[in-house]
C-alpha cells in the first residue's frame, strides 16, 4: 500500500505564489513519473504538470509560471505556483506511478488540496 499526503494549498491574491507538497510513502520499489492535476467546479480534472525520468511537461495555461520538481530522496513532488491567477482556482490532486515491493505498477491519488485564487 502507499499513501500521499498533500500540503500547501490557501488562499491568495491574483498574482501570487502557492507551493504543493505531495509525499510518498509504502511499499514504493520506484516511482515512475509524479504529476499534478487540478479540478474546479463544473469542470473535468485536467492535466497541470507531470516530471519523470528526464522529462517534464506541463499545460499550456502554467507554462512560464508552474515548476514542478521533486525530491526523490524523499518520494516527494513539488509545484510552485507563481503568478497566480483566478482561474488556477480549483482543487489540485497529485498522482503517483508507482512500481510497488511487489513488481506491480499502480496509479495512486493523493487527498486534494484546495487552492484559491481571489482577483
Known amino acids: 500500500q502507499v499513501q500521499l499526503v498533500e500540503s500547501g494549498g490557501g488562499s491568495v491574491q491574483a498574482g501570487g505564489s502557492l507551493r504543493l507538497s505531495c509525499a510518498a510513502s509504502?511499499?514504493?520499489?520506484?516511482?515512475?513519473?509524479m504529476g499534478w492535476y487540478r479540478q474546479a467546479p463544473g469542470k473535468q480534472r485536467e492535466l497541470v504538470a507531470v516530471?519523470?525520468?528526464?522529462?517534464?511537461n506541463y499545460s499550456d495555461s502554467v507554462k512560464g509560471r508552474f515548476t514542478i520538481s521533486r525530491d526523490n530522496a524523499k518520494n516527494t513532488v513539488y509545484l510552485q505556483m507563481n503568478s497566480l491567477k483566478p482561474e488556477d482556482t480549483a482543487v489540485y490532486y497529485c498522482?503517483?506511478?508507482?512500481?510497488?515491493?511487489?513488481?506491480?505498477?499502480?496509479?495512486?491519488w493523493g487527498q486534494g488540496t484546495q487552492v484559491t485564487v481571489s482577483s
Open positions: 498522482k503517483v506511478v508507482v512500481t510497488t515491493t511487489k513488481y506491480h505498477e499502480y496509479d495512486y
Open positions: 509504502g511499499s514504493i520499489f520506484s516511482i515512475n513519473a
Open positions: 516530471i519523470g525520468r528526464g522529462f517534464t
